[in-house]
């Protein structure tokens, strides 16, 4: 709350990371063991999440061969929005679209 951060040590950490340069993404995806994230970043928490929604619709209609239409519908019921961060006057928002949500 107070803007300082805290940080945890890590004995062991592994994370494989991926770069495509075949992919033209508004903002950063990242794809975890269970879900796909998209995340969307400004000053403004309005524009952070519309940017983060946006993006996660981009993701869907690419991965699930959906139009924006269908995308928007099933994002509506299956995608959460998370608040990332709220400090260094960047506020940050991420959509997550769970594997298996959709059936």
Same mark, same amino acid.
């Given at each position: 709350?107070? !803007? ?5 040590? @890590?004995? *062991? ?5 991926? @770069?495509?340069?075949?992919l033209d993404l508004r903002?950063? +995806? $990242?794809?975890? $063991?269970? $879900?796909?994230? #998209?995340? !969307? ?6 524009? #952070? #999440? /519309? @940017?983060?929604? =946006? ?5 869907? =209609?690419?991965? *699930? /061969? ?6 928007l519908a099933l994002a509506? +019921?299956?995608?959460?929005? %998370? ?8 506020? !940050? +928002? %991420? #959509? +997550?679209?769970r594997d298996g949500v *959709? /059936?």
């Amino acid at each position: 709350m107070s !803007g300082t951060a805290i940080e945890c040590p @890590l004995d *062991l950490a592994q994370l494989t990371l991926t @770069l495509r340069d075949d992919l033209d993404l508004r903002m950063p +995806v $990242a794809r975890t $063991a269970d $879900a796909w994230l #998209a995340f !969307g970043f400004d000053r403004d928490l309005d524009v #952070a #999440a /519309g @940017l983060a929604t =946006e993006t996660m619709l981009d993701l869907m =209609e690419r991965e *699930l /061969g959906v139009d924006r239409k269908r995308a928007l519908a099933l994002a509506s +019921v299956a995608v959460d929005l %998370h608040v990332t961060q709220v400090v260094n006057d960047v506020k !940050g +928002v %991420h #959509a +997550v679209l769970r594997d298996g949500v *959709l /059936g």
